[in-house]
């Protein structure tokens, strides 16, 4: 429960946890993916690196531990089952790292 709110509070307040709720997503989604089962928790994170993926494609580079961050959870959600986060995790795939 803990861990949905927190990614509510990263998708709808990003100025103030965007990359750090980042970093503390995908370090608690490593350690135990069981924190993915929460009723709305994958729906919030398909938002939330949607965001992300955006924002950066203009560009079509991102940063290698946002790269590693966005891919841990969107593998994460894949294994869990969600269809849109495995097109996300090709569209990260297909992009650069600096």
């Known amino acids: 429960v803990v861990y949905e709110d927190f990614t509510k509070l990263v998708l709808y307040f990003p100025a103030l946890f965007f990359f750090d709720g980042l970093f503390i997503l995908s370090s608690h989604a490593e350690n135990d993916s069981s924190v993915l089962d ?46 849109i986060a495995f097109f996300l995790r090709e569209h990260l795939l297909s992009m650069r790292c600096c």
């Open 38 to 83: 929460g009723i709305n928790t994958i729906y919030y994170l398909e938002h939330l690196l949607r965001r992300i993926l955006v924002s950066t494609q203009s560009s079509r580079k991102i940063k290698s531990d946002v790269y590693d961050a966005c891919l841990l959870l969107l593998s994460t959600m894949v294994e869990k089952g969600s269809t």
